[in-house]
């Protein structure tokens, strides 16, 4: 047993402290739960297999010449259902949201269309994805779970990191797919506790520091703007950067360093735990 309150770190858990310690408090150490709709998620896991299945079809011979969007789509429509659309949700004030039927189906076809539609984009872009951007994925959802060392001390974290990558090519190098209404932000993505953790973790198994890729599909995009990908190819020293971050998380949640932060976004999930908490007293 240690004294932190927490048995593993992911780079979830750490973006989530360095963004606001108190909503951290509430959800990750002490594991309390908001309602709210996963619809996102769902719609994100279906992406994600029906994108799996694009590079199934893939022949090393043939490439996709005899490979069928139709069974891609369809993947899509079966993973992706208006029951992903939970009707209890939670407003900033606490209070439980119900949208009407014809509401809720509206929203539902919405969603459904842009993933159809991403997947078209997609599909027209995956032979210059292989070409230019060398993305060709293997393997897909990835669990990882594993001691780490310190690479400036040597010595071991007291506890493991915890992830799910995306997917990884044949040559061992990572890929993240993303689905985003914005572009991403190149230097923000590069410094995320994501990329540094993956990279970390691929360098620990293998000895190697391998690139890592984004591809993020854009909803609601019209003309080539549709797909944005990033690369990045890190060196040792980010990474030995990146430990003094992993050992700050770790040593202020043992020392329960769970303030708000001064600059706050007012739409914070840790507003609504207090809500919540102030309705039940």
Request: with cysteine; aromatic share 12%; proline share 4%.
């Amino acid at each position: 047993m240690n004294d932190l309150g927490i048995n593993r770190f992911s780079p979830s858990m750490i973006m989530d402290y360095e963004k606001c310690p108190r909503k951290f408090y509430y959800a990750t150490y002490l594991g309390l739960k908001l309602p709210q709709s996963m619809k996102h998620l769902e719609f994100g896991n279906a992406i994600h297999e029906a994108i799996g299945n694009i590079y199934d079809q893939y022949d090393e011979e043939t490439a996709w010449l005899h490979a069928d969007k139709k069974i891609v789509k369809n993947i899509f429509r079966d993973k992706f259902t208006i029951k992903a659309l939970d009707p209890d949700e939670i407003n900033f004030r606490g209070d439980k949201v119900y949208p009407s039927p014809e509401a809720l189906k509206v929203g539902f076809e919405e969603m459904r269309d842009d993933g159809l539609s991403i997947i078209d984009s997609y599909w027209d872009e995956k032979e210059v994805l292989v070409a230019e951007h060398g993305i060709n994925p293997v393997r897909f959802e990835i669990p990882v779970k594993m001691e780490v060392k310190n690479l400036v001390t040597g010595q071991p974290f007291e506890i493991p990191v915890s992830c799910r990558i995306d997917a990884e090519n044949a040559d061992n190098s990572t890929v993240e797919l993303k689905t985003s209404k914005a572009r991403y932000d190149e230097k923000e993505t590069r410094l995320s506790a994501q990329s540094l953790t993956y990279t970390l973790v691929k360098y620990q198994m293998t000895g190697k520091i391998v690139p890592l890729r984004y591809v993020i599909m854009l909803k609601g995009r019209v003309g080539n703007d549709k797909i944005q990908v990033l690369r990045y190819d890190y060196e040792e020293a980010d990474l030995m950067v990146f430990m003094t971050r992993i050992e700050a998380f770790i040593e202020n949640v043992r020392n329960k360093k769970f303030d708000r932060p001064q600059k706050h976004e007012r739409w914070c999930d840790c507003l609504k735990f207090d809500t919540l908490f102030e309705n039940a007293l």
